[in-house]
């Protein structure tokens, strides 16, 4: 190829660059922003699969507990209006100290919500869904859980701003219907009202408080958590990576002060 047409070809692909590369960086930026927005919403229409990594301490006697959470979410469209959300929690525990003297390491009692979610916001803008949630046995250890089953209510409720924030509140009730009559029953009280701002570039900062209350006993357990999180790619894999820490405001005697919490969310959405 002779120079003049090998100088045309190298500007043309300058161009090319200069004036499609910003708009495909634009449009990744903006997907991602779009994802980190529907993370931020507890019934959104996306199949993910939360892995999260807890850590707390300052338990009596110097205890310490690691607690995976794996949360995946997978939505169902119903009809043209409805989705129905599952969401399930399965912890994975090691802990030492915690409970008595001793160590003790596996799965602990599992629960489930399902969400009834209209597809579309109200007219005021607030997305909602409401349905049951249980609580499964399916402790390995005495000590990693209650040896009951659970029923009860549960519901979200959020709204979500053009300029970034989302805020709102999840909640649910859950009692013992059956299991171990030796077990102390289960009546409690989970409260989660949160608040996050998207930053842009699939940025997110976020607050919240996972609040328990523990009606038989009379005791709240509030830890603050303080977040940031990041949509990214691994090779051709979406993810979110984040991490961040949280204080406890109020815990039983002998509960944890201080933890931390590393969160790897793969991601797939439609």
């Known amino acids: 190829m002779n120079n003049p047409l090998r100088k045309s070809?190298?500007?043309a692909g300058t161009l090319a660059c200069g004036v499609w590369l910003p708009h495909i960086a634009c449009a990744q930026e903006q997907d991602a922003d779009a994802l980190a927005k529907q993370l931020s919403n507890p019934v959104a229409a996306l199949i993910s699969v939360p892995l999260q990594l807890n850590y707390d301490t300052g338990y009596a006697n110097d205890g310490e507990k690691w607690l995976l959470n794996v949360q995946p979410v997978i939505p169902i469209s119903l009809n043209?209006?409805?989705?129905?959300?599952?969401?399930?929690i399965l912890p994975i525990v090691d802990q030492h100290d915690v409970v008595n003297a001793g160590s003790q390491s596996g799965i602990g009692d599992i629960t489930q919500s399902l969400f009834f979610s209209p597809k579309k916001p109200t007219a005021s803008g607030w997305i909602w869904g409401v349905g049951p949630a249980f609580l499964l046995p399916t402790a390995t250890d005495d000590l990693l859980g209650t040896e009951k089953w659970g029923l009860g209510p549960t519901a979200v409720a959020l709204k979500q701003t053009q300029t970034g924030w989302t805020y709102g509140a999840l909640v649910n009730h859950i009692w013992s219907v059956a299991g171990d009559d030796d077990r102390a029953d289960v009546n409690s009280t989970f409260l989660q009202p949160f608040l996050s701002k998207g930053l842009g570039q699939g940025r997110t900062a976020t607050i919240n408080l996972e609040s328990s209350y523990d009606w038989d006993r009379g005791q709240w357990t509030v830890p603050v958590n303080l977040m940031y999180t990041k949509v990214t790619k691994f090779g051709n894999q979406l993810v979110s990576i984040g991490g961040g820490a949280r204080y406890y405001v109020e815990a039983a005697d002998?509960?944890?002060?201080?933890?931390?919490r590393f969160v790897f969310t793969l991601l797939y959405p439609r």
């Open 9 to 11: 070809f190298a500007i």
């Open 80 to 88: 043209d209006d409805w989705n129905l959300i599952s969401r399930t």
């Open 254 to 260: 002998g509960g944890p002060d201080w933890g931390l």
